[in-house]
DNA sequence: TCAGGGGGG
């Protein structure tokens, strides 16, 4: 095997494979503090050095950007100074948020622990699903961003806080972009509320500059706050890696050779990667001293494979993580001493010239990089290797473009305008979303009526604004009166709510696997399928050893649970009925297609289908019942589309092609240049 | 013909 070489910045002449010299600090080296398990007793970390400017800068500016690495306890202490300075008085809450569920629940249970509170007392938290706060007595509250969000919906000014806190605003979900556009709006009518917005350094600056445009010029400040994390070095390649799955599997095994003990956590894109590089390693293992464990790490895993990466490996072994994105925030092991990273990530880019979303591979950004190398630091100094020249390197962009900008915009049009932002091209965005993603966003609710000529809200637009689903969903939602399919239609919208229902894993168990997966095949399509299956959960007890026996996902199921009776809260509220169809298939694919009425599709013959609008050749995606079969009639409607290698659709039901005519065409007619079937 | 970056409501 050939070695890869390796230098690191700042020496002169070529390093030797894995030099250790000359390092490169990403992460200034803080004193190391005892583990974070405190009961009933407050520790300080080094934010406590700066609690007085942290409170003058609250009191006195309305927005703090405050820039603090991992582990400067901006996010457990931060609201705990707020509350004992007197911002919790009057019934007044802190709130901060997160991009993500785990984080919002683990940071709440912490400080409630750290504060001497019952969870869900002084100190609560609240995602989709679980509310464990008190109306009366939480103080601070932690929370996803989309459910802040979703609060303005019913309370504009969020009147019941006096802080709130945008956590990992860096990260720049859509929700907290979202919220930044509205919390600037709220300030303005509210200016008692204080707004701080935790950020990495290289985005700090242009917060501030989004918030003191328009406003008075002392209205925002920026905080620094020390880490607490150990160094990093960094090392770079030499020479482009022609390869850097190869290139990857080479690294772990040279630091496996010649370096002491701690874990190796690889950052690849997907499946496909890891899967290689497994087979890559496993080919080296015999020759390689010491021992070494393989895990992959990906969102596709049953929840036991995911749970593998956090157990020790045996004394004497090394364990290497190989792993997707999902290692650089959503999930942290503890024990990396070693990050290798290929510098490259797989986002979802949507084009709404086409309506057209697709996954692609595109470099890392620095932001993304730092966040990566971080992972090697957590417990002791570590080592990252970056599989790409330091040239390559420095043309990295600083960060990912934000989700605003390359995500369906229709959903999120739809609940600004319910907030009363009707103008959208005056909305001020800390990142527009192209134009073309705006006008194609109320194109769509207009098509949909929940648009009306005027630009404003309909009644039923105002409704499905509420709704947690898309308004195709929320369409038949709506239509189940019509057609007599309430009960029904709740099942399969909660069903296209929830990613991988099946789990379908490689080589021989995914044979089997596969044969599990038919049993619940309907033939009019996967609608259907999806609706059998549900059924067979609830049937069968709702038992994780059912799943576990038919090759089905205990976890997304037990999610598809929920949000159906969430849905048939807004459905009881909307005064739909909750009829049964009584198996009737037909009436089910008529209440389809008044939800999917842009989404029909036509059989070529070669077992491609022609999108109805745009003519588009479309691949029958191979998770789909109708992949092996035609359809009769020749039609579909189809829930998703998506461009990986080709385009493909997903989740698709055969129906019969007047019914295009019949239940979708009445609202793109009114524009007079919609063509339903052509 | 053969497939799944990661989040959120």
Redesign the pocket.
């Known amino acids: 095997m050939s070695s890869l070489k390796f230098w690191v910045p700042g020496t002169a002449g070529p390093g030797s494979t894995l030099d250790r010299e000359n390092q490169e600090s990403i992460v200034q080296s803080a004193p190391a503090f005892a583990s974070l398990s405190i009961h009933n007793q407050r520790e300080r970390l080094p934010i406590f050095k700066h609690r007085q400017k942290l409170l003058y800068a609250v009191e006195k500016c309305g927005v703090m950007i405050v820039v603090g690495q991992t582990g400067s306890g901006k996010t457990t202490q931060l609201p705990q100074y707020l509350m004992e300075a007197g911002w919790t008085s009057e019934g007044n809450i802190i709130a901060c948020t997160q ?4 984080a919002a629940t683990s940071v709440a249970n912490r400080v409630a622990t750290e504060v001497g509170s019952l969870l869900g007392d002084e100190v609560g938290y609240t ?2 699903f679980e509310d464990v706060s008190d109306k009366q007595r939480t103080r601070i509250l932690y929370m ?4 802040l969000f ?1 609060e303005t919906l019913v309370d504009p000014l969020l009147s019941r806080y006096s802080v709130i806190m945008l956590d990992e605003a860096h990260e720049r ?3 907290t972009d979202l919220l930044l556009g509205v919390l600037k709006k709220i300030r303005r009518k509210r200016p008692s509320l204080r707004l701080i917005v935790s950020s990495a350094t290289l985005d700090a600056a242009a917060f501030l500059d989004y918030f003191t445009s328009n406003a008075t010029p002392d209205d925002a400040t920026i905080v620094s706050l020390e880490g607490r994390m150990f160094s990093v070095q960094v090392f770079y390649l030499r020479e482009p890696a022609p390869d850097y799955v190869t290139a990857a599997a080479t690294t772990a095994f040279e630091i496996n050779s010649k370096h002491g003990p701690g874990d190796i956590l690889i950052f690849l ?4 990667d890891i899967d290689r590089c497994l087979e890559e390693l496993s080919e080296i293992i015999p020759r390689s001293s010491p021992r070494i464990a393989l895990r992959p790490l ?3 895993l049953s929840t036991e494979e995911q749970l593998a990466v956090f157990e020790p490996a045996e004394p004497g072994t090394r364990k290497v993580i190989v792993s ?3 290692a650089e925030a ?2 942290t092991i503890s024990g990396i001493k070693f990050v290798v990273d290929s510098c490259f ?4 880019v949507y084009n709404p010239t086409t309506g057209l979303a697709s ?1 692609v591979t595109v470099p890392t950004s620095v932001a993304s990089a730092t966040q990566r190398a971080g992972r090697a630091g957590r417990t002791s100094p570590g080592i990252c290797y970056r599989l790409c020249t330091q040239q390559a390197f420095n043309l990295l962009p600083h960060s990912t473009p934000p ?1 605003i900008t390359r995500t369906d915009m229709t ?1 999120p049009i739809l609940q600004l305008k319910s907030l009363g932002i009707d103008n959208l091209m005056k909305f001020e965005w800390v990142s527009a979303p192209p134009a073309e993603s705006i006008l194609r966003a109320l194109e769509t609710l207009f098509a949909a009526g929940m648009v009306g000529e005027d630009g404003r809200l309909t009644p039923t637009g105002q409704k499905v604004a509420e709704c ?3 308004v195709g969903i929320a369409r038949m939602l709506f239509s189940s009166k019509e057609f007599q399919c309430g009960e029904e239609i709740l099942t399969i919208a909660a069903m296209c ?1 929830i990613q ?1 229902v099946f789990i ?1 894993p ?1 080589g021989a168990p ?1 044979a089997l696997a ?1 044969l599990e997966r038919r049993k619940f095949t309907a033939e009019e399509g996967d609608h259907l399928t999806l609706l059998n299956v549900y059924n067979a959960f609830t049937r069968y007890g709702k038992s994780s050893s059912w799943c576990k026996n038919h090759a089905l996902s205990f976890r997304a199921l037990s999610r598809a649970i929920s949000i159906r009776a969430q849905l048939k809260k807004y459905m009881q509220r909307f005064n739909l009925p909750l009829e049964s169809c009584q198996g009737d298939a037909k009436r089910l694919r008529k209440c389809l297609v008044s939800g999917y009425w842009r989404n029909g599709a036509r059989w070529v013959g070669d ?1 491609t289908f022609k999108s109805v609008r745009g003519n588009r050749t479309m ?5 789909s019942v109708l ?2 079969r035609k359809p009769r009639s020749g039609w579909v409607v189809f829930h998703e589309m ?1 461009e ?2 080709k385009t ?1 659709i997903r989740i698709i039901t055969e129906i019969e092609s007047e019914w295009l005519l019949d239940y979708g065409h009445k609202y793109e007619d009114k524009r007079g240049n919609g063509t339903a079937v052509g």
């Open positions: 991009p993500r569920r785990v995602i989709r996803t961003d989309g459910m979703r979900s859509l929700y894109t997907g499946r496909e990906h969102a596709g997707t994105n999902i959503s999930v990530v797989k986002i979802r996954l989700e959903t947690p689903v898309e709510s991988d379908i490689d995914g596969e077992g691949y029958v995606h191979p998770t992949f092996t998506e990986t290698k493909q």
